[in-house]
């Protein structure tokens, strides 16, 4: 026989998680320095820009 669980609980447990993740990828995406945006920008359209270069014409 299972193990009796309370619906509420894991409901809100599963709630708390998903705010837990969502908090630590705006931490890693709002808590850098300037100089570290702007890299990561740089390197986000240099990406971009290789990419839509190697794209092939249809």
């Known amino acids: 026989m299972g193990e009796v ?4 609980r894991v409901r809100k ?3 708390r998680a998903e705010a837990r993740a969502a908090a ?3 931490r890693a995406a ?3 320095s300037k100089a ?3 890299t990561a920008k740089k390197e986000k359209a ?7 270069g190697s794209k092939l014409e249809d």
């Open 30 to 32: 709002h808590g850098r």
């Open 13 to 15: 447990d599963r709630a």
């Open 5 to 8: 669980v309370n619906l509420n």
């Open 46 to 52: 240099r990406a971009d820009r290789l990419l839509d």
């Open 36 to 38: 570290e945006r702007t």
């Open 24 to 26: 630590s990828a705006n």
